[in-house]
Each structure stands twice: as structure tokens, then as C-alpha cells.
């Protein structure tokens, strides 16, 4: 079945960066897109950005302009979210989740991953 | 960004009721509007996509209508397992960013 496993809990210090993980099974990897989308305490979901996982193109929200970078290691099947200049509102749960080339819902959703920024 | 507002942003039911959650969009989305389902500790969860769709797996007993700026999700006997958090979303523009509701939490009375 179609799976995203995210990579595990992180800390850092504000100013820091922080790689998370999400490893997709189940289904041909370069036919989707991922998109990245967090969840601040108490907040509503926010969307991140995309990657097309077959050509690498990516977009993300103007928001996180200059910290973001996402990126996918297409012969392991995982995409990656790299945050920059890390501040405490950028502690959340970051979540994966897959479309299709042409985002129309997101469906699956990987597990979360908890990034706490705190000095 | 297109603005969603969810309404209420909770609501006590019991096992069986029938619950509708509400979700405004700030200008029209055509029938671009999807339901997640969030409990703690899980993956959300895809309920409803294009405004009616029944995503897979999902019981009948959810179900979305609605167009334009007006949308709805029913759950039409409340179930143990559907106490939860629900959102909503439009998929119409990416511009500058997709957008969710600020949930609607359904607790046990």
C-alpha cells in the first residue's frame, strides 16, 4: 500500500537548520509530487511547498521565501524539507504528503514529524 | 491567499447524532474543496475531495456538498471513531498558497 514515512523528532537552537525525511513506498515515486505542510500548536494547517518528484521542480509559499529548500533522492524513493534560520514560530509537526502532478487534494499524508526551535 | 472559515470551531455530539461543519471560502473555488481528518499522533487522513467525492475506505456516512463559497461536511450518524478534528481546504489556486480552514473540533457530550 501507498506509504510515507517521515523521519523522526527534532531540536534545534533558533538559527539552526533542520532536514526531515519522508520516505515514500508503494507506488511509483516519479509520477507524484509531495508537498510539505506544518501544523503550529494551535494553528491550521499551513502549506510549505512542492516538489515534482519526476523532474524536480519545486514551488514553495513566498512565506518561507530564502529558508526552504525541498529536494528527492529519486533511486531511494525520499523527499526532502530543509528549513533554514530557524525561529521559535517555526516550532510545528511537519508533515509530507503526496498528490498528483497536478495538486488537486493531498492524499497520503506521512506521520508527522515534531521540530521544536528552542533556545 | 484564499481565506476558509470553518464553523464551529467545535461541537459536542453524542454517538449517533447527525453533525455538519460548515467552511466559507473568502471568494468563489467552484467545487475545489477537500475534507481531512486529523486525530493526535496520526497521519491526517483524505475523507472527501472535489466537494463530494467519497475518498476510498471511507465510510458513507460522511459526505460533502456545496459550491461556490459554501461548503459542507455531514457525518450522518456519529461514530466512537469519528471524534476528531476536521478540516477543510481548496485546491482551486496554489496562488500564492493552498489553504486550509482552521478546523472544527468534534468532541464526545
Known amino acids: 500500500q501507498v506509504q510515507l514515512v517521515q523521519s523522526g523528532a527534532e531540536v534545534r537552537k533558533p538559527g539552526a537548520s533542520v532536514t526531515v525525511s519522508c520516505k515514500a513506498s508503494g507506488y511509483t515515486f516519479s509520477r507524484y509530487a509531495m508537498h510539505w505542510v506544518r501544523q503550529a500548536p494551535g494553528q491550521r494547517f499551513e502549506w510549505m511547498g512542492w516538489i515534482n518528484a519526476g523532474n524536480g521542480n519545486t514551488k514553495h509559499s513566498q512565506k518561507f521565501q530564502g529558508r526552504v529548500t525541498i529536494s528527492r533522492d529519486t533511486s531511494a524513493s525520499i523527499v526532502y524539507l530543509e528549513l533554514r534560520s530557524l525561529r521559535s514560530e517555526d516550532t510545528a509537526v511537519y508533515y509530507c504528503?503526496?498528490?498528483?502532478?497536478?495538486?488537486?487534494?493531498?492524499?497520503?499524508w506521512g506521520q508527522g514529524t515534531a521540530v521544536t526551535v528552542s533556545s | 491567499d484564499i481565506q476558509m472559515t470553518q464553523s464551529p470551531s467545535s461541537l459536542s455530539a453524542s454517538v449517533g447524532d447527525r453533525v455538519t461543519i460548515t467552511c466559507r471560502a473568502s471568494q468563489s473555488i467552484g467545487s475545489y474543496v477537500n475534507w481531512y481528518q486529523l486525530k493526535a499522533g496520526k497521519a491526517p487522513k483524505l475523507l472527501i475531495f472535489g466537494v463530494f467525492s467519497l475518498q476510498s475506505g471511507v465510510p458513507s456516512r460522511f459526505s460533502g456538498s456545496g459550491s461556490g463559497t459554501d461548503f459542507t461536511l455531514t457525518i450522518s450518524s456519529l461514530q466512537p471513531e469519528d471524534f476528531a478534528t476536521y478540516y477543510c481546504q481548496q485546491s482551486y489556486s496554489s496562488l500564492p498558497s493552498w489553504t486550509f480552514g482552521q478546523g472544527t473540533k468534534v468532541e464526545i457530550k
Open positions: 504528503a503526496r498528490s498528483i502532478l497536478t495538486p488537486n487534494y493531498f492524499d497520503p
